[in-house]
């Protein structure tokens, strides 16, 4: 059987499937699908948000990168302190968007979905910002305003030299440095292929290590740190994309539990060239290249590696003369080891050295939860710099004259704050508390202000420019739309493990009357779901609006609790997670009347996806119905690095593998479960889907099936509406509207 569903095919398969018939769809909105049209087309109200953001190091201005309110381009802004006006630095040069293959998936690696002015940099004395625009590279003079493009095109991964003289960048695989001055490039590398790549994070480390870099300036800027990846080992697979059957496929490697993964070195060379000196570690038994910092001052470049097993981390001193490495720290796990914080994005990677070299700060979960640490320059614990009650979560800058640093924590599960710590003690001073989600950004040597940009638990999102006491002293302007929908959201605690609990009824919530329950899922390792601040579940309130109450859970395997919390997956991804889910959701059915335990649906995303397939097969108890997005059925199938953390290898535990494996349990399907998934997606292939619908045919059982073009990010907003839509108009159809209290139970 075929039917349509709002406009979107929907494959109905007992045992054999056949094409479905297609019409032209309505407009999104004439659906019923407003609510979803207006989250697509602002992303959820975050298009017109300051991005970003960072001070300059004089103290005196703002940079940050901003849309408008309904429009994904990126220009370059900056907002003068004193006088409270902002000025366009640079806007995209006209033409489209012709990314490489490259880069494309650089993006995918990096969930960049907005155009434009993608990313910026600054250099050392705030004077210079080098901006990215698809391949292309331009300065900007910050007092001036005046652009200069730099020359060529098909550059990616850029990096400013420190003094911002140069900027080297990846092109065809191979390094150079361009010198804007002269317009004049050097190569660094040669011999660049598919499958040898310079300057470049290999798959792995982009996507599962939180590493997007291949390359690093010394702090001179007289010479490169590059990444060398050999990916000719490495599985290949292909994709080919069904809208375009005359283009041929592209080719990806893609390290698949178990199979081999790229091998990497490090290369040391001048910025004008000449012979690469190689570093030296034992790579075979620590393949994993997690962080690389280099840091100005007296501290030595430093490396933190892993065991393939992810039980064991080492840091690692490297002498840039020789290439030779020492070992400073070793850390281990007998479950896996959760990398030190990179800093990307929200502060100082780790470790970090004084600038006398005397020691550095590291952060360890030592006692069961993140604390920052002080170490002696030979790798020696001084002291805990956090308390114990005050988990640590990022360092954001630290002030040598001062002797302060200032850092993100977790003053309870569900939010973050920001606190200034003395080095050698002291009491925790609060200068960012207000409840929700912090973070903050200091400029490159400069204590005096920094830029905290916050997700608010009042449902409110702002950016706001604090001196180092946390005094607000300006608000960063946006221009996003203010949301058209309020979330009501209640947080709670649930089930026998007091597990961190949210509720979201709808808006016109009628007491007395049951609803249909939505589990909205990930239940995965490495992401928090619960957290306060509500403009994150605004998907969630549409579908509440249109008659659900819609719960999230964080269970067993989920981040931000401790160390035992997180662990108790290993060697499993499903049981412990499904039965806490299960006692979740039972819990708040005894406590909330108006929750219909009867009908509860599941849905979810890549974890939350395979999640949502597991628990509707296997509690069809309790899931009455389950939408899956871009499910990694077989685990077998997935990348070595995430997956082998938590399951080993498929060859070390194939009963492992068996039992977190939804093809395992595929003939038991009795429940309606819609499959969606991108032809086109290069993080969870569409074997995966593939292999599942097999089995659910080979079986006999009905399922249903709603094919997308794209990738895993799904970052067209018209698609993204249409599939808000389908999942909802699934759920309804499969548990029905809301009861009135006057048919109550």
């Known amino acids: 059987m075929a039917r349509l569903l709002l406009g979107l095919p929907i494959l109905l398969l007992p045992a054999i499937g056949h094409a479905a018939s297609t019409r032209p769809s309505p407009d999104l909105a004439s659906q019923g699908g407003q609510c979803y049209a207006d989250l697509a087309a602002t992303r959820s109200f975050t298009l017109g948000l300051p991005r970003h953001a960072q001070p300059t190091p004089d103290g005196k201005s703002v940079l940050y990168l901003r849309s408008a309110a309904r429009d994904t381009t990126l220009h370059l802004w900056r907002f003068d302190l004193a006088a409270g006006t902002e000025t366009e630095l640079a806007r995209p040069a006209d033409g489209p968007e012709n990314l490489s293959v490259e880069e494309k998936a650089r993006r995918e690696r990096a969930r960049m979905t907005l155009t434009g002015i993608t990313d910026f940099a600054l250099s050392g004395d705030g004077r210079t910002a080098l901006v990215t625009q698809a391949d292309r590279l331009a300065q900007v003079d910050i007092g001036t305003g005046r652009v200069t493009d730099l020359p060529g095109r098909g550059w990616i991964a850029p990096r400013f030299s420190p003094d911002g003289t140069h900027v080297a960048a990846v092109r065809d695989n191979d390094l150079y440095v361009i010198q804007p001055g002269t317009g004049g490039t050097v190569r660094l590398t040669h011999g660049g292929t598919d499958t040898l790549t310079h300057g470049l994070a290999e798959f792995a480390a982009a996507e599962e290590l939180s590493r997007p870099d291949g390359l690093w300036w010394s702090p001179d800027g007289q010479a490169l740190l590059y990444e060398e990846a050999d990916l000719s080992g490495v599985e290949r697979h292909f994709i080919a994309d069904p809208q375009y059957p005359a283009a041929p496929p592209v080719e990806f490697r893609y390290p698949r539990a ?173 200068v960012g508390t207000e409840p929700g989600l912090h973070a903050a950004r200091f400029a490159d040597g400069g204590h005096a202000i920094f830029v905290d940009s916050i997700m608010a638990a009042d449902g409110g999102a702002t950016t706001l420019v604090r001196d180092r006491d946390g005094h607000t002293l300006a608000t960063v302007p946006s221009v996003a739309q203010t949301p058209t929908l309020s979330p009501h959201i209640q947080y709670t605690r649930a089930g026998s493990r007091d597990m961190d609990a949210m509720i979201v009824r709808p808006a016109d919530f009628r007491p007395g009357s049951i609803y249909p329950v939505v589990l909205s899922v990930y239940a995965g390792p490495g992401y928090k779901e619960v957290l306060q601040a509500p403009r994150l579940y605004l998907e969630s309130q549409c579908l509440a609006n249109h008659g659900f109450i819609v719960v999230s859970l964080d269970g067993r395997g989920t981040p931000g609790r401790d160390r035992d919390w997180e662990r108790a997956i290993k060697g499993d991804l499903i049981d412990l997670p499904l039965q806490d889910q299960v006692d979740g959701l039972t819990g708040l059915g005894q406590h909330f009347p108006e929750m219909d335990m009867a009908r509860i649906g599941v849905h979810g995303w890549s974890f939350g996806g395979y999640f949502t397939a597991m628990a509707t097969i296997r509690r069809p108890d309790i899931f009455k119905t389950g939408v899956a997005g871009a499910p990694p059925a077989d685990f077998a199938d997935y990348d070595t690095a995430y997956t082998e953390r938590y399951l080993g290898t498929p060859q070390d535990d194939p009963n492992g593998y068996r039992a977190s494996n939804v093809l395992t349990y595929a003939g038991n399907l009795s429940r309606p479960l819609l499959i969606m998934h991108g032809l086109t997606d290069d993080n969870v292939y569409f074997e995966n889907t593939m292999k599942l619908t097999q089995a659910f045919i080979t079986a006999g059982r009905p399922y249903s099936l709603l094919l997308l073009p794209g990738t895993h990010l799904l970052t067209d907003p018209r698609l993204r509406g249409r599939v808000s839509v389908a999942r909802e108009a699934f759920l309804a159809t499969t548990l029905g509207k809301p009861t009135p209290a006057d048919t109550m139970r």
């Open 258 to 430: 178990g199979t081999a993964n790229a091998r990497v070195r490090l290369g040391l060379v001048a910025r004008t060239g000449g012979p690469t000196r190689w570093v030296a570690w034992d790579s075979a038994a620590f393949p994993y290249l997690a962080r690389v910092v280099w840091p100005k001052g007296h501290g030595p470049l430093t490396l933190v590696v892993l065991n393939r097993a992810q039980t064991e981390e080492r840091l690692l001193r490297v002498d840039v003369a020789t290439g030779r490495t020492t070992l400073l720290l070793r850390e281990s796990d007998p479950a896996w080891i959760n990398i030190t914080p990179a800093g990307e994005g929200r502060g100082h990677a780790l470790p970090h050295w004084l600038p006398d070299g005397s020691g550095f700060l590291w952060a360890a979960e030592r006692d069961g939860k993140w604390r920052l640490e002080l170490r002696h320059a030979d790798g020696t614990l001084d002291h805990a710099v956090t308390p114990p009650d005050l988990p640590f979560v990022s360092l954001n800058d630290v002030d040598p004259g001062a002797g302060t640093v200032t850092v993100t924590a977790n003053p309870d599960r569900t939010q973050t704050a920001l606190y200034r710590l003395g080095l050698r003690g002291g009491a925790a001073t609060p």
